[in-house]
Every structure is written in C-alpha cells, then in structure tokens.
C-alpha cells in the first residue's frame, strides 16, 4: 500500500461534515426543550410520535436525495402520495381487492406517476421544477376527482400496521421500513451504477454525458424511484391516520426537501449525505413536535419548515466558500456600493409601507366585521 | 522516426453545418509512437476535425481508415471501442467523485454477490493508483479527496489515466492539454504525453501554445479556414515558418 499523506482537517471532517449540521440543532432543539418542556417532551410515548412522523418521510427523503443529487427536484410527492393512498384505497374497498396486493399496487402505480414526470422533464424538456410543480396539479386533480371530498377510512390491519404496527419489545413498522429504506438507498449510492451515475451528473452533466453515461435514462430512473417511495408514503400515510382524503399530504414536497438539504445535500448537486438525509428527517420531526409540545400553532410548521430550507441552503454555501479573505467584517460588507444600493431600495419601500399604514390609519373607520 | 504506416488516416474529410463550411478535403495521417500537433487560428477546423475522428460528427464527405480498414463510427463510444479516445480541455471530470471513481466512469468495474452486480470500489481504487502510477508515472496526494481538490495538473493525470486505462487505447486525442496550466504542471504533461508516445500510442495533440508543440511534437499539421495548409516535420522547421502558415502570411509572400 503506497502511502497517502497526513489528511488535512477539512479532509477528515468532510465525510461528517452532512451530519454536524443537523446534529448541532438537535442538539439546540434537545437543549432548549430541556429548559423549556421537558416533562412532556422528554417521554417515551413522546419519542414514540416524533419517530412514527419521521418514518412517514423517511422513504421519501431517501429518494429525493438522489433526485437532488442530479440536480433534480421533485415537487409532486404530496400529491402522488395521496392519490396512490386514495387509489389503494379505492381497491380495496370498491373491488375488494386483498390488502397486500393493494400495497404493492400503491408503490407500482407511484412508481408510474414518477416515470410520467421524468418523461415529463426529460423527453419534453420541461424544467423539473415547473414540470413536477404542474405535475403536482394534474395528481392532485385526480385525487379530488376519484375522492369527491370523501374520506376514506377503515382499512385492513395489514394497512394499519405498515403505518403505525410495531413489532413487541422493538421499534414501530414504519420506522424499521423507513430504516430499512435509507439503508438500501446507502448502499445503492455507493454500490450501484445508479448511485454513481447520480452523482456524475449532478456534478458535472456534460462530463457524463461525454463518458456515455445515459444522462436522460437515469434522471428517469431517480423519478420513478421518488415516485414508488411516494407511493409508499402514501400507504403508510393511510395506515397511520387509518384514513385517505384528497387533500392529505400537503406540505409533503417542502418538508422532504428540507430534511435532504438540511442534511448537506447541495441543491446544486454532485453532493449526496444518505445519512444527512436521515438526520434531518429525524431534526424536521423534531421541531414540529417541539412546537406541538409548546402549543405554537399548526400553521407555524410552515414558517418553520421554510426557514430551515433558507438557512441550511446559505450555511452549506457559506461553508463550501473557500475563500473568505477580503471581507473585512460585518460593517464592510454592508458599506459595499450595491448593498448600498440595495439598502436604499429597502429603506424606500419600508417608508412607503409606514406612509401608507399611517395614512390607512387615520382615514380607519373601525373594524368591519366580514360576515 | 515513428513507423511509416499510419494507423490513421483521413482522406478529403468535408464537414459543412448547414450553409457553413467547418472543414474541405482535409487528409490527417497520425502513426503510432508519433505525436502529431494541430495548430491554426480560432475557426480553422481543429476542433471539428478531432471531433470526427473521435465519432462525435460524422464527415459530410472523405473517408477514415484505421490500419488500411475503411471505418464508419457513429457515436463516441463506438470510437471508444476502437481505441480512439479523447482528452478534453475541460477534462471532462465530475468534480465531486473520488480520482478512481471519475476514472472508472462509464466503464465501472464489478463484483457479483449471488448473481447480483455492483460497484467494486476497493478495486477500482487500487487499479486507479496502479495505473496512475506505472503508465503515467503519478502519485495522487490522496485517492480519497474529491477531484476537485486536486491540482489542474493531477485532475489532468486522471482525465489521461481515464483514457489510457483501456488497453486497447491506440490513438489519443488531447485538445488543449496546457491550456490550463502553470508551467510546472505543463511540463509534467508534456512528460506524460512523451511516455504515451513511448508506450507505442499515437497521439493527436491539438495546442495554440507553439512552445508545446515545438517541444513535445514529431509533425505538425498546420489548419487555416478549414483547410489543411501544409504538414511540416518539427525538427526541420521553425517557429516562424509555422506562424507564417497559420496566419497565412508565407502564402501571400
């Protein structure tokens, strides 16, 4: 073995660079709940809930870590996960078919929506971000149009128990599924043609495709494993909440993209952390559930979710910026001629907006009650 | 002097894009243990002449022969499999990949667990530094890093070791291998280039840097307008006969 030399510390922490992010704010969250709640948040039942939400987004986010690799993004898993759901659904209950059969049919038919989008992006050369978002739509259209606002509920145990079962003395079905999940995606990424091709592409795709790599095939590829594990979501969603609407799954795009990037994934690709990926699903899971915990509104998870997207996306950014000489402090950077610039314009609609709050409010005649 | 037959030769090759005119009736002979250098000014058809001798364009017109053989090659990987390879000026590397990794793409080496197919990288990686070092005579800092923390001139190591690792390479085609280079790692190049050309290879350099090519070439064919202007030995030449044929300037004397 010839010797390699002495690895610099950038080079040793680079493999672990995907979960000290994640790991720092768990540990901030752990820490700040310690003070905050710790009686109701510190139990075992409540361990319990934070992994049986995590799980759902596990599969998921597995998959959109090869999606985001490629550079890809898939906007359309919500909807695809609630209509494999109703579709499932719908087989067994209106043509009775067995529970196990309608499980696999779930994850086929999601693995078709997302050959549909890769086709969609690859053949018709629309952007994937435009192309999955109008997919996303079309999926959730035909989810209202099977459903017609009906809920679906009462499955076989089978269901059930892939969404919320556990095996006696060990950990819930969906989490091992999850697990097991962003195992085989470990090993896919870096044992298999896929994983490495996924990588080359998104980190350099012209230089696949002059090393004959099939750039269009294995986009494709990434969408119908994103659109199976949504499928699959899809299925666990029904059996954890025992129940299917047209509408479920909503914010399921942004929090799995969330979980991936605040995991060290880069948006711009070529940088792929399975076990960020699974760090930050276990991070989004937990916040949510702190901010359950201490009563802060459902519709927080929202603001919550989207601030960590920005956050991470400039974290990773900032730290993969080599050079840092040049800027001289906080105060240099703000007396730049564009910031200035830019300062200005920000201060001229600031001032506008308190012109018009203050002329709204002495022209104001009283609350007007809407209804 | 390199063996007079050519493993390569190009016969009245046109290329016409539409209205425009690439390259008109343009011979390119290369021998193996020869280096053969390009030059011409922007525009005068190098670029579009290796492209077809690598399968990347088909010629409008004029025929290719590879050891007398008449050769048809519709794609790159049929030049590939050939044995005409190119190294591209932008190399061609994703940056994010391990050395052995961007060495081995496209052409990964395997190992099977019942019946099941994948990656083999503990094998590639020691194949990388085996071929890294015994064929082009380099050590990697590490095989661990990114490539895009090595140096242009171990990335260029990688993106050569690529090409040479077939071993039934027998034509390669470098554009612009310097162009990105400082002068240490130029030279290191043209040190490697001279051990492929030792190694039996025959080489089609392409380079606006007449340093390189007067250091390093055996012949040099001299493009203007998409035409072959002349084909002149190095060693019987000089930097001014071959400036005045780029420019055009010994023909309007």
Redesign the interface.
């Known amino acids: 073995m010839p010797v390699s030399a002495p690895k610099g510390l950038q080079e040793r922490l680079d493999p672990y660079l995907a979960i000290i992010g994640p790991m720092v704010m768990i540990l901030m969250i752990l820490a700040f709940m310690g003070v905050a709640e710790p009686a109701r948040y510190f139990r075992l039942s409540n361990l319990n809930i934070i992994l049986l939400e995590a799980a759902l987004y596990m599969p998921l986010a597995m998959a959109m870590t090869f999606v985001i690799t490629q550079r890809g993004i898939d906007l359309s898993i919500g909807s695809v996960a609630a209509l494999t759901g109703i579709i499932m659904a719908f087989a067994i209950k209106e043509f009775g078919f067995p529970a196990w059969i309608a499980v696999l049919l779930g994850i086929a038919i999601g693995g078709i929506f997302g050959l549909i989008n890769g086709l969609v992006i690859t053949k018709f050369r629309v952007p994937d971000l435009i192309g999955t978002l109008a997919m996303d739509l079309v999926y959730r259209g035909f989810a209202l149009v099977l459903a017609k606002g009906l809920v679906l509920a009462r499955f076989p145990d089978l269901i059930t128990d892939i969404g919320r079962g556990r095996l006696p003395g060990f950990l819930p079905i969906p989490v091992i599924i999850g697990i097991l999940a962003f195992l085989i995606g470990a090993f896919i990424l870096r044992r298999s043609w896929f994983g490495r091709y996924s990588i080359a592409i998104g980190s350099n795709p012209e230089a696949a495709e002059m090393t004959g790599i099939a750039v269009d095939r294995y986009k494709v590829y990434a969408y119908v494993l994103m659109g199976a594990m949504a499928g699959l979501a899809g299925v666990m969603l029904t059996g954890k909440l025992n129940a299917i609407q047209a509408t479920s799954a909503p914010y399921f795009n942004l929090h799995v993209i969330a979980a991936v990037v605040v995991g060290g994934t880069s948006l711009f690709g070529g940088r792929a952390y399975m076990l960020g990926s699974f760090a930050g699903v276990l991070l989004l899971s937990m916040m949510i559930n702190a901010l359950v915990t201490l009563r802060i509104e459902f519709f927080w998870q929202s603001v919550a979710s989207g601030v960590v997207i920005i956050l991470s996306v400039a974290f990773y950014t900032w730290l993969q910026k080599k050079d840092r000489d040049g800027a001289k402090g906080l105060l240099n950077a703000f007396t730049t001629p564009d910031n200035i610039k830019l300062m200005k314009l920000g201060g001229v609609l600031a001032a506008g907006t308190v012109v018009l709050l203050v002329i709204g409010s002495l022209f104001s005649t009283g609350s007007v009650p809407s209804g | 002097m390199p063996a007079a037959t050519p493993i390569i030769s190009m016969r009245g090759i046109s290329k016409r894009f539409g209205g425009v005119t690439a390259l008109q009736e343009v011979d390119l002979d290369v021998c193996p243990g020869e280096v053969l250098a390009i030059v011409g000014d922007n525009g005068a058809g190098k670029s579009t002449l290796i492209k077809i001798l690598t399968g990347v364009y088909q010629p409008t017109e004029g025929a290719i022969e590879m050891d007398g053989q008449a050769l048809s090659m519709n794609s790159?990987?049929e030049a590939?499999e050939l044995g005409i390879d190119a190294v591209?000026q932008?190399?061609?590397?994703?940056?994010?990949?391990d050395p052995a990794?961007n060495m081995f793409?496209?052409s990964?080496l395997t190992k099977s667990f019942l019946g099941f197919r994948?990656?083999d990288?503990g094998r590639m990686r020691v194949e990388a530094?085996r071929v890294l070092?015994e064929r082009l005579g380099v050590?990697l800092?590490?095989?661990?890093?990114?490539t895009e923390?090595l140096s242009g001139g171990q990335r260029q190591a990688v993106a050569i070791a690529?090409a040479v690792y077939h071993s039934d390479l027998r034509v390669l085609v470098m554009d612009e291998p310097t162009a990105a280079l400082g002068p240490q790692e130029t030279a290191r190049t043209l040190k490697l280039i001279e051990v492929l050309r030792e190694e039996g290879l025959a080489i089609v350099l392409i380079s606006h840097s007449l340093d390189d090519v007067f250091a390093i070439s055996d012949r040099i064919q001299v493009m203007r307008r998409g035409r072959r202007v002349d084909v002149v030995h190095t060693r019987q030449t000089s930097r001014q006969e071959v400036l005045g044929l780029i420019v055009g300037a010994a023909e309007a004397a």
């Open positions: 790159h990987s590939i591209y932008t190399l061609a590397l994703a940056d994010h990949l990794a793409l496209g990964e994948y990656l990288n530094e070092l050590r800092r590490s095989m661990d890093v990114p923390s690529r």
